[in-house]
Nanobody, 128 residues
């Protein structure tokens, strides 16, 4: 079992920056690939970024590439999402998720069903 708790969400102006964090407990964090997804009311949860176990490989959605950076600190059991140049369309609830598969594929980790454990989410609001 893995427990995930997101934090760091809030209100920021367009063009600003925000970093959200996800603290993990339970099963060995360093053996999990971690992902960030986001969701707005009435829409499907969408992939944002993923990072593999050692942090050496990352994947990003095209909509955030060049603006967002995913990272992890296995000693702290924490994964981060640094969000720069924020836009109003980035407004969403951001969820972190953990996957314990053996794949190493952008397509695989962009899919919600690759992830077994999910946090409760943190709200990020970007004002125009």
């Amino acid at each position: 079992q893995v427990q995930l708790v997101e934090s760091g969400g809030g209100l920021v102006q367009a063009g600003g920056s925000l970093r959200v964090s996800c603290a993990a407990s339970g099963r060995t964090f360093s053996s999990a690939a971690m992902g960030w997804f986001r969701q707005t009311p009435g829409k499907e949860r969408e992939f944002v970024a993923a990072i593999m176990r050692t942090g050496g490989t990352t994947y990003y959605a095209d909509s955030v590439k060049g603006r967002f950076t995913i990272s992890r600190d296995n000693a702290k059991n924490t994964v981060y999402l640094q969000m720069n140049s924020l836009k109003p369309e980035d407004t969403a609830v951001y969820f972190c998720a953990a996957a314990f598969g053996t794949y190493n594929s952008a397509t695989y980790y962009a899919a919600k069903n690759a992830y077994r454990y999910w946090g409760q989410g943190t709200q990020v609001t970007v004002s125009a």
